[in-house]
């Protein structure tokens, strides 16, 4: 049996209404669907987070909205995180028909050590999630990736990686998930992302000036 959580409605839209509402422990959401109306809602704050824990990224919510006879099944299809002060902005709800197969991002778990990183290679996740294909009752939690036998130079693609009987990968097979790259390849890679940084920093020194004259003119 899901997971009930109680939603309220929510009428005012604006920011000054979604940021008291976070003040009171609130988080503002939205619920939709295929055949299901947009509608604002908000949810609490810790009873969503415990709900999470308990039935996981990709499980099932009854989200039992006021003033509504009928709970909708939902899966939480984003959520939005403040980078900074790290408290949940904003929550999407996608109600799903249980019958009906979807598509869902699942994140990768690596497990095991990497034989190639005491040979000096280094490992690099290439993907943190994968696309599956299944009945919103079957999407799993998590893509168990096995790195214990990857040596320098070995990768492991999606056609590497075994299916669930209940769902099927969505990205193409030849897509690769984590390789382990030689030092040297790695020292390269880093030197050509660090060389436009480099370039793009002394411009943005160089019109510095410029951008806080102008600035204090709008003033």
Same mark, same amino acid.
């Given at each position: 049996?899901? &997971?009930?959580?109680?939603?309220?409605?929510?009428? #005012?839209?604006?920011?000054?209404?979604?940021?008291?509402?976070?003040?009171?422990?609130?988080?503002?959401?939205?619920?939709?669907?295929? !055949?299901?109306?947009?509608?604002?809602?908000?949810?609490?704050?810790?009873?969503?987070?415990?709900? $999470?824990?308990?039935? /996981?990224?990709?499980?099932?919510?009854?989200?039992?909205? %006021?003033?509504?006879?009928? =709970?909708?099944?939902?899966?939480?299809? #984003?959520? @939005?995180? !403040?980078?900074? =002060?790290?408290?949940?902005?904003? $929550?999407?709800?996608?109600?799903?028909?249980?019958?009906?197969?979807?598509?869902?991002?699942?994140?990768?778990?690596?497990?095991? !050590?990497?034989?190639?990183?005491?040979?000096?290679?280094?490992?690099?996740?290439?993907?943190?999630?994968?696309?599956?294909?299944?009945?919103? &009752?079957?999407?799993? +939690?998590?893509?168990?990736?096995?790195?214990?036998?990857? *040596?320098? /130079?070995?990768?492991? @693609?999606? *056609? #590497?990686? &075994?299916? /669930?009987?209940?769902?099927?990968?969505?990205? %193409?097979?030849?897509?690769?998930?984590?390789?382990? @790259?030689?030092? %040297? @390849?790695? +020292?390269?890679?880093?030197?050509?992302?660090? %060389?436009?940084?480099?370039?793009?920093?002394?411009?943005?020194?160089?019109?510095?000036?410029?951008?806080?004259?102008?600035?204090?003119?709008?003033?």
């Amino acid at each position: 049996m899901a &997971t009930v959580l109680e939603a309220s409605t929510r009428t #005012d839209l604006r920011k000054s209404a979604s940021k008291k509402l976070r003040t009171n422990g609130y988080v503002p959401a939205v619920l939709y669907g295929k !055949d299901t109306e947009s509608t604002p809602v908000s949810v609490p704050n810790i009873t969503f987070i415990k709900t $999470i824990r308990e039935v /996981g990224r990709n499980g099932i919510i009854e989200l039992d909205v %006021e003033g509504e006879s009928d =709970k909708h099944k939902v899966i939480v299809h #984003d959520v @939005q995180v !403040d980078p900074i =002060k790290d408290y949940l902005v904003h $929550i999407d709800f996608f109600e799903v028909d249980l019958k009906s197969e979807m598509e869902a991002e699942v994140s990768v778990n690596l497990v095991g !050590d990497a034989p190639g990183e005491k040979e000096g290679g280094i490992l690099s996740p290439l993907l943190y999630n994968i696309t599956v294909r299944a009945l919103p &009752t079957d999407i799993p +939690e998590e893509i168990t990736v096995d790195i214990s036998e990857l *040596g320098v /130079g070995d990768s492991v @693609q999606i *056609g #590497d990686l &075994t299916s /669930g009987k209940a769902f099927e990968f969505v990205n %193409e097979p030849e897509e690769t998930v984590v390789t382990v @790259q030689p030092p %040297e @390849q790695a +020292e390269e890679s880093e030197e050509e992302e660090q %060389e436009p940084e480099l370039v793009e920093a002394d411009d943005s020194q160089d019109a510095g000036g410029e951008g806080e004259k102008s600035e204090s003119e709008e003033e």
